[in-house]
C-alpha cells in the first residue's frame, strides 16, 4: 500500500503509486514511525523541494528521521508553496532567489528565512486551509496552477494542462479573459513572471515539448 507521501498542487498530502521526479519535506517529522501514518502536515514553515539522489545518501522512507515527501514536478511543488532547497539544488535555489529580487526590486536576493517567512503567510490561513487568489488566466505566467470547476490545471505556452499525479493530459485552450482561481502563492507567481524556470515532468515533451525546464519550448 502506498504510503502517504505524495504532495498535490492543492498542499494537500494523498497516498499515491506514482513518486514523482522531486522530493522534499516540510521542516522536519511530520509522521509516527511505528505506524509509517502522518500525524501533523508541517514540522515548521521550512518547506523545500529536493532531488530525489544526492550525495550517494540512502534514507528509509517515512523512518525516524523527518519526512520525505514527493512531488509529481517542481511546478506541483510551487503550486503548493516548496522552494528549491538551498544544499542539494543550490543552482535552482539562487535562481529562485535572484527571480524574488527582480519582482520585487530589491537591492540583494533574499534569505531562505525571509522567502519562508513570506510564503508561509501565502498558503494557509486559518484552520490551515489552502489560501488561493483570482486572476485572468491571461495575466499568469507559464507554470502557475489554477483550479476551474474542481481542476487543476498548469498554464503553459497560452494552454492549459490538465494536472494528475502521473502527469499532465492532453492540452485545452486558455481563454484569456477568464476568472480562475490560482493555487500558486502570490510571491511565487511573481517570481515565474521574472523569469524562474522550473522543471516540468519529462512526460509533458510527448505534447510535443521538447523543454522540460523553463517557459520556452
Known amino acids: 500500500?502506498?504510503?502517504?507521501?505524495?504532495?498535490?498542487?492543492?498542499?494537500?498530502?494523498?497516498?499515491?503509486?506514482?513518486?514523482?521526479?522531486?522530493?522534499?519535506?516540510?521542516?522536519?517529522?511530520?509522521?509516527?514511525?511505528?505506524?509509517?501514518?502522518?500525524?501533523?502536515?508541517?514540522?515548521s514553515r521550512q518547506w523545500i523541494s529536493c532531488v530525489l539522489e544526492f550525495k550517494s545518501r540512502r534514507r528509509q522512507v517515512m523512518g525516524s528521521g523527518y519526512t520525505e515527501l514527493f512531488f509529481m514536478d517542481e511546478v506541483t511543488a510551487l503550486a503548493a508553496g516548496h522552494r528549491p532547497c538551498f544544499e542539494c539544488r543550490r543552482k535552482d535555489a539562487?535562481?529562485?532567489?535572484?527571480?524574488?529580487q527582480s519582482a520585487y526590486g530589491l537591492a540583494s536576493a533574499p534569505s531562505a528565512p525571509f522567502m519562508d517567512k513570506s510564503l508561509s503567510a501565502e498558503r494557509r490561513g486559518k484552520g490551515?486551509?489552502?489560501?488561493?487568489w483570482t486572476d485572468s488566466a491571461g495575466n499568469l505566467a507559464d507554470g502557475t496552477?489554477?483550479?476551474?470547476?474542481?481542476?487543476?490545471?498548469?498554464?503553459?505556452?497560452?494552454?492549459?494542462?490538465?494536472?494528475?499525479?502521473?502527469?499532465?493530459?492532453?492540452?485545452?485552450?486558455?481563454?484569456v479573459n477568464l476568472e480562475v482561481e490560482v493555487l500558486t502563492p502570490p510571491s511565487i507567481a511573481r517570481i515565474l513572471h521574472a523569469g524562474y524556470q522550473p522543471i516540468w515532468h519529462p512526460g509533458f515533451a510527448c505534447a510535443g515539448n521538447q523543454n522540460p525546464r523553463g517557459n520556452q519550448t
Open 1 to 43: 500500500m502506498p504510503l502517504q507521501n505524495r504532495v498535490r498542487p492543492d498542499g494537500e498530502i494523498v497516498a499515491s503509486r506514482e513518486r514523482g521526479i522531486l522530493m522534499g519535506n516540510r521542516g522536519g517529522k511530520l509522521h509516527d514511525p511505528a505506524t509509517r501514518t502522518l500525524v501533523r502536515t508541517q514540522s
Open 145 to 175: 496552477m489554477i483550479r476551474v470547476d474542481g481542476q487543476i490545471l498548469a498554464v503553459r505556452n497560452r494552454q492549459l494542462w490538465p494536472w494528475s499525479p502521473a502527469g499532465y493530459g492532453a492540452s485545452i485552450p486558455l481563454d
Open 128 to 132: 490551515g486551509a489552502k489560501i488561493t
Open 94 to 100: 539562487l535562481a529562485f532567489g535572484s527571480a524574488w
